[in-house]
Structures are given as structure tokens and as C-alpha cells.
């Protein structure tokens, strides 16, 4: 059975929230950890789009990317903001643990077989 779960990213996630958690910032880790898991399932989401329907046009998969780009990254400054303005989170902890899981992402992504 392979399971589909992104092993490297959340292992540098988790190792990321106990370093910040030592530092009395866990929960704001956590967050930023929590974003970068939901844009790799929104990436997941978008590959799999494509992959179901082969017959899309190069036109509307180049448009399905941008559609899926522009989301992205409107979650990711959207809540990022929200984490600091709204939840007065850990700027620091939040941004670190974020960029990390999305280095982690892409190691996975890397890897021979996908990270699984």
C-alpha cells in the first residue's frame, strides 16, 4: 500500500515545530506548517485535474495553471497576513516553518518515486 502523504515535508514541518515549540512559538510553526500543506494539496489537486481529463487543449491547461498559480499564492499572502495581523502569531516562526515545508514539497517532488 503507498501512501500519498509528502514524508519529507511533513518531517521538516515537525522538526521545525519542535525547534520553535522549544522557543515558546510552536503554535505559530505549526500555522505556517499548516499553510505550506495546504498549497501542496491544492498543487496535488490542480495534477490531478489534468491528469482525469486528457483531452484539455494545450490553451485551457496553460489556463488551469495560471487559475491554480494565482490561488496559490493568494492563500499563501492571505493567510500568512491573517497568521500576523489577525492571530498575532510569530512572524518569525510562522515564515521559517512555511518556507521550510515548501522546501520540503519539493524535495519530495524530487525524489525517484515522487516521495512516497
Known amino acids: 500500500m503507498k501512501s500519498k502523504l ?3 515535508q511533513l518531517i521538516t514541518i515537525l522538526v521545525t515545530i519542535a525547534y ?3 522557543l515558546g512559538v510552536g503554535l505559530s510553526a505549526a500555522y ?17 485535474k489534468q491528469r482525469e481529463d486528457l483531452t484539455i487543449s494545450a490553451q485551457a491547461s496553460v489556463g488551469m495553471m495560471a487559475i ?13 497576513l491573517a497568521g500576523h495581523f489577525l492571530l498575532k502569531l510569530s512572524t ?12 520540503g514539497f519539493l524535495i519530495d517532488k524530487m ?5 512516497q
Open 32 to 48: 505556517g506548517g499548516l499553510i505550506s500543506l495546504m498549497n501542496t494539496g491544492l498543487v496535488n489537486r490542480h495534477i490531478s
Open 111 to 115: 525524489l525517484p518515486n515522487g516521495g
Open 6 to 8: 509528502p514524508k519529507i
Open 68 to 80: 491554480s498559480v494565482i490561488m496559490r499564492m493568494a492563500l499563501v499572502v492571505g493567510l500568512t
Open 92 to 103: 518569525d516562526a510562522l515564515i521559517v516553518s512555511l518556507v521550510l515545508g515548501l522546501i
Open 20 to 22: 520553535f515549540s522549544s
